[in-house]
Nanobody, 124 residues
Framework: QARLVESGGGSVQAGGSLTLSCSFS????????MGWLRQAPGKEREGVAT???????RYADSVRGRFTISVDNAKNSIGLQMINLQPEDTAMYYC??????????????????WGQGTQVTVSS
């Protein structure tokens, strides 16, 4: 059974930085993808960034240039470095794994396994 555990959330002021980490077990990161998605109150869960085994990454337009996703295959973990955070980045951030990778990587339904989430709050 796959298990994903996020850490690193917190509260920062606008312009600040945070780095999220996700450790995973029981899941072989091979042909699928791993990503970060977020959900703000009253909004749908949305893809932030995804990465596949060969290091190819995809980003939502709203975070491109500010967020960087990475994977450490030796440690079975992925990270999300976030800089220049803005109040609109406030959300619960989830680590997720999908068995397949495709053009709709940003849709929550494309992921099969989820972490419990970690809160990111950005104040103005």
């Amino acid at each position: 059974q796959a298990r994903l555990v996020e850490s690193g959330g917190g509260s920062v002021q606008a312009g600040g930085s945070l780095t999220l980490s996700c450790s995973f077990s029981g899941y072989k990161f091979s042909s699928g993808c791993m990503g970060w998605l977020r959900q703000a109150p009253g909004k749908e869960r949305e893809g932030v960034a995804t990465i596949i085994r060969d290091g190819t990454t995809r980003y939502a337009d709203s975070v491109r240039g500010r967020f960087t996703i990475s994977v450490d295959n030796a440690k079975n973990s992925i990270g999300l470095q976030m800089i220049n955070l803005q109040p609109e980045d406030t959300a619960m951030y989830y680590c997720a794994a999908g068995r397949l990778y495709g053009g709709s990587w940003y849709l929550a339904e494309k992921y099969n396994y989820w972490g419990q989430g970690t809160q990111v709050t950005v104040s103005s």
